[in-house]
């Protein structure tokens, strides 16, 4: 949903590569009291989607929040943290495996023609049709965690901060934002530009983290 009464900043020049980006990329909780440029929110939410999924199945769904009064509800939800009133923008990343189930033919490669939307059909009845909704959710969440991620690294090449957020009450979200009971969270994402340096990096060495066979 755009909201197109919100006010808007220049479009950003920042063009990180991959690794620029997440060496830059640290969690930041205060934020720069301007709002977002549209056309860079939607350029990131674009770029996001990109990210790839088991059969192209495309699970992952984005509210954007941007309404002062909502992100104040959403704070509270968030058991008061305040990084969520404090960006301008604080975009909710969700599975919605049902809707992905409802609509799966649209994931199917325009290549592959009436045969591929018939086969996706058909493969994702196989693969789900004998799971219950929070089964196949689960499957919906593990891709939309991907997008999530990506979503992190977009915002920080375009010269933007963000923080991951699991803490929150998913039930309170679901009401405020009027989602369906069976969605799942990849988590809340507060964006916008920094106005604290964050911590730096503390990280496991490859060596404590990887086994080489
Ligand atoms: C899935 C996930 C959930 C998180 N939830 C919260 C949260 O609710 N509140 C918060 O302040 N930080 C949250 N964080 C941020 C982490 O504390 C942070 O990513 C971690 O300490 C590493 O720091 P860095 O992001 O600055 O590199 C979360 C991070 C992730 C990946």
Same mark, same amino acid.
């Given at each position: 949903? %755009?909201?197109?009464? @919100?006010? %808007?900043?220049? &479009?950003?020049?920042?063009?990180?590569s991959? /690794?620029?980006? @997440?060496?830059?990329?640290?969690? @930041?909780r205060?934020?720069?009291?301007?709002?977002?440029?549209?056309?860079?929110?939607?350029?990131?939410?674009?770029?996001?989607?990109?990210?790839p999924? #088991? $059969?192209?199945? *495309?699970? $992952?769904?984005?509210?954007?929040?941007?309404?002062?009064?909502?992100?104040?509800?959403?704070?509270?939800?968030?058991?008061? =943290?305040? =990084?969520?009133?404090?960006?301008?923008?604080?975009?909710?990343?969700?599975?919605?495996?049902?809707?992905?189930? #409802? /609509?799966?033919?649209?994931?199917?490669?325009?290549?592959?023609?009436?045969?591929?939307? %018939?086969?996706?059909?058909?493969?994702?009845?196989?693969?789900?049709?004998?799971?219950?909704?929070? *089964?196949?959710?689960? $499957?919906?969440?593990?891709q939309?965690?991907?997008?999530?991620?990506?979503?992190?690294?977009?915002?920080?090449?375009?010269?933007?901060? %963000?923080?991951?957020?699991?803490?929150?009450?998913?039930?309170?979200?679901?009401?405020?934002?009027?989602?369906?009971?069976?969605?799942?969270f990849?988590?809340?994402?507060?964006?916008?530009?920094? #106005?604290?340096?964050?911590?730096?990096?503390?990280?496991?060495?490859?060596? &404590?983290?990887?086994?080489f066979?």
């Amino acid at each position: 949903m %755009t909201n197109s009464t @919100i006010e %808007t900043t220049a &479009r950003s020049t920042t063009n990180l590569s991959v /690794t620029e980006a @997440i060496k830059s990329r640290v969690s @930041i909780r205060k934020y720069v009291q301007e709002p977002m440029n549209q056309d860079d929110l939607r350029e990131i939410l674009e770029l996001a989607s990109r990210a790839p999924s #088991a $059969w192209n199945a *495309q699970t $992952w769904r984005f509210a954007v929040v941007q309404t002062p009064e909502i992100q104040e509800k959403l704070q509270a939800a968030a058991y008061g =943290q305040g =990084q969520i009133t404090s960006a301008p923008a604080v975009i909710v990343v969700y599975s919605d495996m049902e809707d992905t189930l #409802a /609509t799966v033919e649209e994931t199917a490669h325009p290549g592959m023609g009436e045969e591929g939307r %018939t086969g996706q059909r058909k493969t994702f009845d196989n693969a789900f049709g004998g799971q219950d909704v929070a *089964q196949r959710g689960q $499957w919906g969440l593990s891709q939309a965690n991907i997008a999530f991620g990506f979503l992190m690294l977009a915002a920080r090449s375009k010269g933007y901060d %963000t923080v991951p957020m699991l803490g929150f009450n998913p039930q309170a979200v679901k009401e405020l934002l009027g989602l369906p009971e069976h969605v799942q969270f990849a988590g809340l994402l507060p964006i916008g530009k920094r #106005a604290e340096d964050g911590f730096p990096q503390h990280r496991h060495t490859v060596e &404590r983290v990887t086994k080489f066979f």
